[in-house]
């Protein structure tokens, strides 16, 4: 289908501005705590990605009234009249959305029970929903697995509990928040998640009238309250789209400032991208990178959590890697499959080989165990067009930046899959310069 083919003619340098709004990792979150309030909540700087209007819609099914606010990027959510949806409308709207598995508390608080499809996502590696299921039940929750999906029933109030991750998951961490804020008594998550999107997801609770605390070796208490409040909140940057025009700019040898682009939580980025050989320079504005000319450097990268180098930020980081000059070493230590997109970058004349062994740090949860997680990328090489095929989000916005910067004319299709976390990406690529077209003028 041509309307999901874009056709990339590469070897110009992106040069202009961009503006970058709230997080794709926290602004879906921060909507379905709107349905813990007892009051509306005004969220903002809202971008218009795919995942957000997912949960306008399951939140609308679920009998929220959802309605834009007074400023652009401004959404006023309702949860007065929360009600049960028919299955079959969370199935369809859900689509291959994962973000339905965090409704589950707010809705066994507010109903009492809770439907959960089938979960789609990226495929980068393991992202087990069980583990979220095991956690609700903890909590009190009865589930019923039938070929539809998950039926989940509270028979009375859900209550406090000790968990301990067994890796500090983000999407975990999120679950227990959205459920323990109204259970009876304390919970403690050991081994939490404490990247910024978590951290302004635990603001949105506070404003609300949860009780929190974040002790520094990594453990979250949560005190259950009887009644939650709405919230009126500003999203944080999203730092990961941030990277990725970073990335692009390096890659392609141009400059591109990111209004809205927030330094603070972008440190452990910045010093990377600094040794790789890129430039940056912060206002309070935003963030401007460019590539000063020159080669840019091979060096070790390892992915971790918080406040290590994100794994969102490797696969268009490894592009601008391709290059560099002499061998760069990505050991991935979040997602087993994430370094599966290289492949494409080899066919247009790359060389990056991948190992199952842990290359270049400490032995991760993955080694010894066949998987093909640390890679070599040996640089620089003449990238040329090629046909692509988008595997997942962050892949395929990396395939965008190697056909920008390769020579000739590349077919990147499945390009809607972008749309989950980039909003505009089309008008912000024409506004950077980018030759970008679709087939045939569709």
């Known amino acids: 289908m041509t309307d999901d083919v874009l056709l990339v003619h590469g070897g110009t340098p992106i040069s202009g501005e961009i503006r970058v709004r709230g997080a794709k990792n926290l602004v879906p979150k921060a909507m379905v705590a709107a349905l813990l309030g007892s009051a509306p909540s005004r969220l903002r700087n809202v971008p218009d990605i795919r995942d957000v209007r997912v949960v306008r819609g399951l939140l609308q099914l679920h009998g929220v009234t959802v309605h834009s606010g007074e400023e652009p990027g401004e959404l006023v959510m309702d949860p007065s009249r929360v009600e049960r949806a028919n299955v079959a409308d969370i199935d369809a709207h859900a689509g291959s959305s994962r973000i339905p598995i965090l409704l589950c508390g707010p809705l066994l608080h507010r109903l009492g029970h809770a439907f959960i499809p089938g ?103 949560v005190t259950g309250v009887d009644r939650l409040n709405g919230y009126t909140h500003r999203a944080l940057p999203d730092r990961l789209e941030a990277a990725s025009w970073a990335s692009a700019a390096l890659a392609t040898g141009g400059s591109v400032y990111v209004r809205g682009a927030d330094q603070r939580s972008m440190v452990t980025f910045l010093n990377t991208y600094r040794k790789v050989g890129g ?92 998987f093909l997680h640390s890679a070599v990328v040996s640089g620089p090489t003449k990238l040329e067009a090629a046909d692509l095929v988008i595997p997942d989000l962050r892949g395929g916005f990396s395939y965008l930046i190697a056909a920008l910067a390769a020579q000739g004319t590349s077919r990147v299709h499945g390009i809607d899959l972008i749309n989950r976390g980039y909003e505009n990406f089309m008008d912000k690529l024409e506004s950077l310069g980018a030759r970008v077209e679709r087939p045939n003028g569709s």
């Open 279 to 370: 430039e940056f320079e912060v206002d309070d504005d935003g963030i401007r990178f460019w590539h000063p000319g020159g080669p840019l450097k091979a060096i070790a990268l390892e992915t971790d959590v918080h406040p290590g180098f994100q794994t969102d930020w490797q696969q268009p980081l490894v592009v601008a890697l391709t290059q560099a000059s002499g061998l760069s070493i990505v050991h991935e230590t979040v997602y087993e499959s994430r370094l599966g997109f290289t492949e494409a970058l080899n066919k247009m004349g790359g060389h990056i080989q991948l190992y199952r062994e842990c290359l270049g740090g400490t032995p991760c949860r993955f080694g010894q165990r066949n």
């Open 119 to 221: 979960l789609g996502g990226c495929d980068i590696g393991g992202r087990p929903v069980d583990f979220h299921f095991d956690v609700l039940r903890k909590f009190g929750a009865t589930i019923e697995k039938r070929a539809d999906g998950q039926y989940l029933e509270a028979p009375q109030r859900l209550r406090g509990c000790k968990i301990r991750l067994p890796y500090p998951s983000v999407g975990s961490t999120e679950q227990v928040l959205l459920t323990a804020v109204l259970a009876e008594g304390v919970t403690e998550l050991s081994n939490a998640a404490v990247e910024p999107e978590i951290e302004d997801l635990i603001c949105v609770l506070q404003k609300m009238g949860a009780i929190i605390s974040l002790d520094t070796d990594r453990t979250i208490r």
